[in-house]
């Protein structure tokens, strides 16, 4: 059972809606229709989903250093590893795209690294929401950059779709195969 979900991002005004906050758009998609109050708690935003066990966190930490928050409200809530899903973007799967699984590699996702390091596992499930890579220039450049207009156009849909696959994989237990969808179909 999923007991407690983490939506990665970076704070503040200058990252909202960019690549790197995929995660957090999706889970704020999902929880528009709850009443959710957030609080501050765990270096994140915290909120728990009335009538449930599940705990959810937006880290108030940049992306690096995420792992503090995912641990501190893990630890709070004597939550293993296997109990918690991460909601992060993923350069390795193109824009539209989704996958739900149950550890893995970092890809080079210094969040992912930052929580692996905190938790010292890498056994928690992921919704890897796919950006892309980026054609020229630099990663951090591009997961930190907005979508260009032909992805903006899709992306409400896509996080809408990706609030609906993150509901339906803590509703079912999250399978431990893994489960690759196209998002906007």
């Not at 906050?21 to 889970?27: I, T």
């Not at 641990?71 to 709070?76: L, M, P, V």
């Not at 903006?152 to 849909?157: A, G």
């Amino acid at each position: 059972m999923i007991r407690l979900a983490a939506a990665l991002g970076n704070p503040g005004n200058a990252y909202a809606r960019t690549r790197h906050n995929l995660g957090e758009m999706v889970l704020l998609a999902y929880v528009k229709t709850y009443q959710v109050n957030w609080k501050t708690k765990f270096h994140s935003r915290y909120a728990k989903l009335p009538d449930t066990q599940l705990h959810m966190i937006i880290p108030n930490t940049f992306m690096n250093l995420c792992g503090k928050a995912v641990s501190a409200a893990c630890s709070f809530f004597s939550v293993p590893p296997d109990e918690l899903i991460i909601l992060h973007d993923d350069l390795e799967l193109p824009f539209g795209w989704a996958e739900v699984r149950k550890g893995g590699g970092l890809g080079g996702h210094n969040g992912l690294r930052s929580i692996t390091g905190a938790l010292g596992s890498r056994d928690f499930y992921r919704l890897r929401l796919g950006i892309g890579r980026p054609e020229r220039g630099s990663v951090s450049s591009f997961v930190l950059s907005r979508f260009t207009p032909d992805e903006e156009s899709l992306l409400d849909t896509y996080i809408t779709r990706g609030a609906a696959l993150f509901a339906s994989s803590i509703d079912e237990f999250i399978p431990p195969e893994q489960k690759k969808v196209w998002l906007l179909a």
